[in-house]
Structure formats: C-alpha cells, structure tokens
C-alpha cells in the first residue's frame, strides 16, 4: 500500500518476475520451432468468468486492413485512443535494446508509453527522466531529466505526448513541461494544483492534463498558461496511476478516478454530458473502486470506456446517451477496430465485443499466475494490441502472447527479459516493448 494525497492508493500488480532474456520468432505461429525453455502456464488455469453469446457465435468478424503509421503521439497511440488496425512485418526480430533509467520498484513505476515521432523514439522512466533515441540504431539524441532539486521518494508518475515539435511532460511533482523535441530544452514549465499519474492529451493548439485529485486543465501549448479548469467528484480511494483524456473534434472526455465519465468542450471548458460507471453490484472493497484506470477510446461517433468496478459502456459522443452497458471490468484501454472492440478485463481475460450492442462474441482466458496450483505470482497483463491479425498482450511475468483477433486462439509465446511495464508500441512495421526494469526492446 502506498499513501498519497492522503489517500489509500491500491497498488496492483507490483510485484515483476523474470522468466528468461531470449526473443524467438515462434509467438506468430509461423514456423515449427523447439518450445521456449521453462514450464508452460496452461491458459486454461484460471477462474471462469465472461462467456461468450452463442447468438452471435457464427459472425464472421472483419477487420479493416493493416495501414504503416508513421506516428505514436500519445499513451494510446493518437489523441483519440483508436489505432484500429496496424501493420506489423512478418516475423519481428530483435534490433537494439537500451537502458531508458529508473525502473520500477516499490517506490515509483513507470507510467508512460513511449512515443514515436518519425525516426525518433521517445520514453520517460519512472524518475521523469525524457530521452530520445534514433528508432531504428537505439542512438541516443538526448536525454532530460525533470527531476526538482529537492526530490524525495514518491515522485513518480506523469507521462508524455508529442504535438507540433514540442514534447509535452506531466509528472508526479505538480509540473507540466514542454521540451523542444530536437534538443529537450524546456520552452516552458507550468505549475499544477497537484501530482499527475496520466499522461497529457495535446491537440489544438491546448494541453489537456488531469489530476490525482481528479482536476482538469487545458493549458496553451505555445506558452502554458491556464485556459480553464475543470473540478470532479474526489474519491477517497484509487488505483496507482492514471487514464489520459481522449479529444476528437471540440469534444474533450475525461476518465476520473470517481468513476465519472465527462465531456467537456475544449474551447470554453463547459460540461456537456456526464455518466458515472460506477458498478451497481458490490461484492469486495476493491473490485468495487469505480476508477475509470483504462484509457477511454473515442470510435466515431462512440466512445468505448471501462471502469474498474465492473462497467464498460458505449456512449453517444453528442449526446452522453449511454448506448449499451456490459459487466466487464478493466484497467487497460479497449482496442476498437471495426464493428468489433477487444478488451483485457480484471480476470485476465481478453474478450472480443460486439461495437453494435456490447455482445460478447468469444473470450480467452490468460495466464493469472506463475504458479497456477498455489495460486501465486500473479500475472499484471498490459494490451491488447492488434498488428497484422494478431492480439499482443505483455505479461509482467516477462512473456508476451499473440492471439487471433477472429477467435481467441492462442499463436504463440514470446520470452521478454523482464515484465512489461506498459503496452507495446506499433509503428512502421516495427514493435517495442517497454519493461519494469526501464528497458526499451525494439523488434523490426
């Protein structure tokens, strides 16, 4: 447990088990390679949970075709959170590894996805240090560090977005930069009212920051100074960490830790709708913390968004209609692409939904423990991604898996030297895993 604002912060899933340091090409379920060393975890070894709707058991799902981006500005990939469909190469191999800084421990993690700019990868550690690296040697351009003088424990968190050739920087300590992205000069810093654990959203010309106690402000991306602020419901509890706001057009949504969905317009700052997920079912103190921790995703006209309690919903973006709700629970962002939104829930289980009306169309257990018949170690997973017809997630037991994103089927495993710490990263037919121990894996 950890003790922050004066709140009792759940930690979950701290604790990083390291299983191997080899990259094999056998994940994809391309060739007929020798098992990986080490016992395997039955994916059968865990608590049943979501079935799936036989209703809809024989729609075919049809996805969009893969497209090269070019960009990860965002934790999410972009300032929507939707990536749909990206395209990965067949059989990616390990390129260049590197030390990004501070790893997680019990103190601080690392809460920022790395970014790709062009041929710049960006990253943040778990002691608000920024560096670029060249994305495709591992060549290190820069490296910053954010740090206050007077640090003491605990002042970990934040995250990074890119906009306009500026790299925008939230941190644990109440600051805000934003750095030239050629040199990492600081072109302006801007107090907050308190610590962040998300990263920010930029577009428009506006900075979007959300708060540890649960505030929202849009700052001026060409100077930092305050456009509006918003005050949601505090709540006394909360998981460790953050979800960023999603923005498409003049609509901001903002995730609280209240369990609080709201739109806010960008331009004025004035509420537009607003949906509380928290669940209706209580069962435990802690599957009932209503904490919107995954990612929303705006698809659209929708947005898709999971609270931890047990509430994933389909809301009209105009309107704040809710449009369909299911008892899912999570902690890591929807991946919606097409008619259909793949989704990692708190029982370690990845579902494919139906966008149309929340229907379950197949579910896939993972892994929930590294010692399945003690029930100990348990697996933190962080994803899906969906890259050339597979689902990657990564397991904190350092092992990444791939799935079909038509059935559920397993395809095969992937060794990682260390637990993940965030969600991979697609971009130009390349793939990036970040660990806990703050190293940076590039596979091209």
Known sequence: MLLEMRKVILVLGLGFVLTGCSLTDEWFGDEELPPLPGARISIQSVDKGLTADPTIADQRIILPQPFVNTYWTHNGGNPAHAMFHLSLSDLPRETWTDDIGEESDGDE???????VVESVLFTMDARSTVKAFDRVTGKVFWEKDLEPADEDDGYFGGGIAYADGRIYVTTGFARVFALDVRSGDVIWVQNAPAPMRAAPTVNGGRVFIVTLDNQTLALAADDGRRLWSHIGVQSETSLLGGASAAVAGRKLIVPYSSGEIVAID????DVEWTLDLS????????????HIRAIPVIDRDRVIAVSHSGRMVAIDLKEGVRLWDTDIGGVQMPWVAGEFIYVLTNDSQIAAVRRQDGRIRWVQPLPRYIDPEDRKGLIVWQGPVLASDRLIAAGSHGEAISLSPYTGEVLGYLELPDGAAMPPVVVGNSLYFLTAEAEIIAMQ
Not at 109 to 115: N, R, T
Not at 266 to 269: A, C, K, R
């Open 279 to 290: 669940s209706v079912k209580k069962t435990d103190p802690l599957t009932d913390l209503a």
């Open 109 to 115: 993690l690392i809460l920022a996805q790395p970014l």
């Open 266 to 269: 960008v331009i004025e700052g």
